[in-house]
């Protein structure tokens, strides 16, 4: 598939500010499972300066100053073209010893992967909600891995209803599925959470959806990749039930989801700050 994204983001402010330097992740991915053929990035006010990163995850990323000028506005968009070529997620073989939970990583490669196999709202491991939803599907599948992850994902969107939520941290896992709600960020979270109750490396990823292309609205999106031995990074969306092919465009991705953030910044200034966005995705069949 070849997508055209236009992605407007807009925020107000209710007196003159001084804007920070700010990090922006929109530039999406260019890999084995998509090529960036064409991407373009305007901000007003004009930055003083502008630099290309690979920040610590590998992502690219642009960094941005504005120096002392003030401004009620700031504006940044991005056009982007990418095609995907995945159509077929499970397309690989795992290693013998990955096929059944928990998987026992290599020294070698735990050492690697530690970041992304700890618990992510506490600081004393993983969320005890996180682990019993892990033993209940692990018992229901007999510890196998791929139905393992099938399961969840399957489970999540069953049980779990989407909210729109632009703004805040993702919530805590436990409070997503004891409550049954969550934006994509949560169900995000909650997958990633009961994946490392079992052992597996788990990360946040940040992106688009091509979703229902008659509906007008349009968000940015959120879901998990899992690290499988003898097949990488996999990713699975659990808001919408998937594993993730062609459908899905990826930015950026950190076990930590504040590292995929798609702007972080600050200003200085008592302003009053309100966010906005226009999204476009345009779908179309490579010839």
């Given at each position: 598939?070849?997508?055209?994204?236009?992605?407007?983001?807009?925020?107000?402010?209710?007196?003159?500010?001084?804007?920070?330097?700010?990090?922006?992740?929109?530039?999406?991915?260019?890999?084995?499972?998509?090529?960036?053929?064409?991407?373009?990035?305007?901000?007003?006010?004009t930055p003083v300066s502008q630099s290309?990163?690979?920040?610590?995850?590998?992502?690219?990323?642009?960094?941005?100053?504005?120096?002392?000028?003030?401004?009620?506005?700031?504006?940044?968009?991005?056009?982007?073209q990418v095609e995907t070529h995945c159509?077929?997620?499970?397309?690989?073989?795992?290693?013998?010893?990955?096929?059944?939970?928990?998987?026992?990583?290599?020294?070698?490669?735990?050492?690697?992967?530690?970041?992304?196999?700890?618990?992510?709202?506490?600081?004393?491991g993983i969320d005890p909600v996180a682990?019993?939803?892990?033993?209940?599907?692990?018992?229901?599948?007999?510890?196998?891995?791929?139905?393992?992850?099938?399961?969840?994902?399957?489970?999540?969107?069953?049980?779990?209803?989407?909210?729109?939520?632009?703004?805040?941290?993702?919530?805590?896992?436990?409070?997503?599925?004891?409550?049954?709600?969550?934006?994509?960020?949560?169900?995000?979270?909650?997958?990633?959470?009961?994946?490392?109750?079992?052992?597996?490396?788990?990360?946040?990823?940040?992106?688009?959806?091509?979703?229902?292309?008659?509906?007008?609205?349009?968000?940015?999106?959120?879901?998990?990749?899992?690290?499988?031995?003898?097949?990488?990074?996999?990713?699975?969306?659990?808001?919408?039930?998937?594993?993730?092919?062609?459908?899905?465009?990826?930015?950026?991705?950190?076990?930590?989801?504040?590292?995929?953030?798609?702007?972080?910044?600050?200003?200085?200034?008592?302003?009053?700050?309100?966010?906005?966005?226009?999204?476009?995705?345009?779908?179309?069949?490579?010839?």
């Open positions: 598939m070849q997508y055209q994204i236009v992605h407007k983001t807009i925020y107000t402010y209710s007196q003159p500010i001084t804007l920070e330097p700010h990090t922006i992740r929109l530039r999406p991915r260019s890999d084995g499972w998509q090529t960036l053929q064409d991407f373009e990035l305007k901000i007003l006010p290309q990163i690979i920040d610590l995850d590998g992502n690219a990323a642009i960094k941005v100053w504005f120096g002392s000028q003030t401004t009620e506005l700031l504006e940044i968009q991005t056009r982007s159509t077929n997620p499970f397309n690989f073989l795992l290693e013998p010893w990955a096929n059944k939970l928990p998987i026992d990583y290599p020294s070698s490669m735990r050492s690697q992967l530690q970041p992304y196999l700890q618990g992510y709202w506490s600081t004393a682990i019993q939803l892990a033993q209940e599907i692990h018992h229901a599948n007999n510890g196998e891995t791929i139905g393992f992850l099938t399961a969840l994902n399957e489970r999540i969107y069953q049980n779990c209803q989407q909210v729109i939520r632009e703004t805040g941290a993702p919530l805590p896992p436990s409070i997503t599925w004891t409550e049954k709600s969550g934006s994509c960020r949560d169900s995000a979270i909650l997958f990633m959470e009961v994946c490392r109750a079992v052992g597996l490396a788990a990360r946040f990823v940040s992106g688009y959806q091509d979703g229902d292309p008659d509906a007008n609205d349009r968000h940015l999106h959120a879901w998990a990749e899992v690290f499988l031995p003898g097949a990488g990074w996999r990713g699975f969306d659990p808001t919408h039930g998937l594993a993730v092919a062609d459908g899905h465009i990826a930015v950026a991705a950190s076990a930590i989801p504040q590292s995929a953030a798609p702007v972080k910044g600050g200003y200085k200034g008592k302003a009053r700050s309100e966010l906005s966005y226009k999204l476009s995705i345009q779908p179309a069949k490579v010839e």
